[in-house]
T-cell receptor
Framework: NAGVTQTPKFQVLKTGQSMTLQCAQD?????MSWYRQDPGMGLRLIHY???????DQGEVPNGYNVSRSTTEDFPLRLLSAAPSQTSVYFC???????????????FGPGTRLTVL | EDQVTQSPEALRLQEGESSSLNCSYT??????LFWYRQDPGKGPEFLFT???AGEEKEKERLKATLTKKESFLHITAPKPEDSATYLC?????????????FGSGTRLSIRP
């Protein structure tokens, strides 16, 4: 299993440009999430999905869109990049059924994004 | 307000010098507490999940414990390869899948 994969690893954008960060998992996990990590702060949830076709907002959703057309893929779209979106972005997935203990999240290697 | 606080922010130890990292939480209800290890330039790597006060989990030189207000990650006789940032996260009871709160981490450095 490749686990959770993310592309690209690094990206530089200019203010106002748009782009899509890719995330894929091969563990047949239902839950997938996007986080951003900034210096001195904990990981903050941007958007999440509990299954194909179902997405919802997390703590910091503004400026980002997601969709989930398949179980495997969960892309994150930046609509009009701003310097405040400079961060490291992590995708995570987990298998969870209510009442079971196995809801550990597995993280991808991250995408380091700089917006000039 | 639900909150997770890790201390210290940074810790430097000599190889073989045991110590503990703290994760204190103030939440409305705990479903589970997670510990992760994060190496520079990489994603967090899962270490442990704890579910109830009194529970303990061990893995090599690491041992995680849980009380009603905090969790400790004990590191016994650490080696330089244990150097990393250790993250703690809490999943809240009676909440949606989104409600996982991360602490800001402890940067651990082990000198040979």
């Amino acid at each position: 299993n490749a686990g959770v994969t993310q592309t690209p690893k690094f990206q530089v954008l200019k203010t106002g440009q748009s782009m899509t960060l890719q995330c894929a998992q091969d563990m047949n996990h239902e839950y997938m999430s996007w986080y951003r990590q900034d210096p001195g702060m904990g990981l903050r949830l941007i958007h999440y999905s509990v299954g194909a076709g179902i997405t919802d907002q997390g703590e910091v959703p503004n400026g980002y869109n997601v969709s989930r057309s398949t179980t495997e893929d969960f892309p994150l779209r930046l609509l009009s990049a701003a310097p405040s979106q400079t961060s490291v972005y992590f995708c995570a997935s987990s298998y969870s059924t209510p009442g079971l203990a196995a809801d550990t999240q597995y993280f991808g290697p991250g995408t380091r994004l700089t917006v000039l | 307000e639900d909150q997770v606080t890790q201390s210290p922010e940074a810790l430097r130890l000599q190889e073989g010098e045991s110590s503990s990292l703290n994760c204190s939480y103030t939440v409305s209800g705990l479903r589970g507490l997670f510990w992760y290890r994060q190496d520079p330039g990489k994603g967090p790597e899962f270490l442990f999940t704890l579910y109830s006060a009194g529970e303990e989990k061990e893995k090599e030189r690491l041992k995680a414990t849980l009380t009603k207000k905090e969790s400790f990650l004990h590191i016994t006789a650490p080696k330089p390869e244990d150097s990393a940032t250790y993250l703690c996260a809490v999943r809240l009871r009676y909440s949606s899948a989104s409600k996982i709160i991360f602490g800001s981490g402890t940067r651990l450095s082990i000198r040979p």
